[in-house]
């Protein structure tokens, strides 16, 4: 099996992987939306925040049959290297993924990093590779999905009322694209409640937020394509920003919603803020998206609150996905 690193503008690479991703999602999460060129093109440019994966075809007598993932950050967190394998399922049982999984521990292991991870759909296979290659499950989370023409909105009006009468103290602010620079530090400070999520069995430390990085997490996402729209709460009295979601939706795709983070400040919780949030969020996408079909969200299986936020809302379970990791000392 040959092994080949590429980038976002070699086509050839990009479209073959492209199709083993579709592959992959068409045998173990056909719900999912399928991979597109450009969207592979700009995660592998971008990058979440500005430190894009670095991505291997597998290839086997010039057949692709596989590609994976190398994922590290210098933010924070920098014991860890987080793995992504996915082998096309006709060549699957060969020992292809193995390969992948010991060549990527091998640069893991050279560059000082002492711990790696890696996701899989939950499955004996999945299960059974991360067994075979000494990985422990650590945590997992839930794949939901919001049907947006099946959401009631006389609902959603009465979950933004009953939030609303809880948070009087608070106003709710609608910004789409980029932050103004005056307000990145605040929104930054606010951000960083996500920490508070559950992380289970993981073996990670709490992300680390700058301005810079909040800022790079906008423009890469303006980058890859995504309309971006965030919703903030606001105490009236302080000023102080109590939280916040995220929506992008995708510009290639219109119809298609992603749910990013939805966070509150740890002393302005009790007063239904991520409730209030996420129905205000609706309603304003009803207006200026109006063509936006589904939304899409991952939480931890751990986190009850959110879930439990996002049941009222709608969401429905697609399927479930389990968070393997080993160390690399001893």
């Known amino acids: 099996m040959e092994i080949t690193q590429f980038g976002p503008d070699d086509q050839v690479p990009l479209r073959a992987t492209v199709d083993v991703a579709n592959a992959a999602i068409g045998a173990d999460a056909p719900w999912s939306h399928p991979a597109t060129l450009t969207s592979y093109a700009g995660m592998l440019r971008h990058g979440w925040d500005g430190e894009p994966s670095v991505p291997f075809l597998a290839t086997v007598d010039g057949t692709p049959v596989a590609w994976a993932t190398y994922n590290t950050s210098e933010w924070d967190n920098t014991h860890l290297a987080w793995l992504g394998i996915e082998v096309h399922p006709a060549h699957r049982l060969r020992g292809h993924g193995s390969v992948l999984m010991d060549f990527l521990v091998d640069r893991a292991r050279s560059e000082g990093r002492t711990s790696v991870g890696i996701d899989g759909w939950d499955s004996d296979a999945a299960r059974a590779f991360a067994a075979r290659h000494g990985l422990e499950k650590k945590s997992q989370s839930l794949n939901r999905r919001q049907l947006l023409a099946d959401v009631d909105p006389d609902l959603v009006k009465t979950l933004w009322h009953g939030a609303a009468e809880l948070g009087s103290a608070y106003e709710l602010i609608r910004r789409s694209g980029l932050t103004l620079e005056r307000d990145l530090p605040a929104l930054t400070r606010m951000a960083s409640a996500i920490n508070d999520a559950p992380t289970d069995d993981l073996d990670i430390e709490d992300e680390v937020f700058t301005t810079e990085r909040t800022r790079n997490f906008e423009t890469c996402q303006l980058a890859r394509g995504f309309r971006l729209h965030r919703v903030v709460a606001r105490h009236r009295e ?14 290639e795709r219109p119809a298609i919603g992603h749910q990013e983070d939805t966070s509150v400040v740890r002393s302005h919780r009790g007063h239904r803020l991520g409730q209030w949030l996420k129905a205000d969020m609706l309603r304003w996408l009803g207006r200026i998206e109006p063509q936006l079909e589904t939304i899409d969200t991952w939480n931890a299986e ?19 996905s389990l968070q393997f990791q080993r160390s690399l000392q001893g």
């Open 238 to 251: 302080s000023g102080e920003l109590a939280g916040h979601t995220v929506v992008l939706v995708e510009a």
């Open 302 to 320: 751990s986190n009850d609150h959110m879930i439990e936020v996002n049941d009222r809302l709608g969401y429905r379970v697609l399927g479930r």
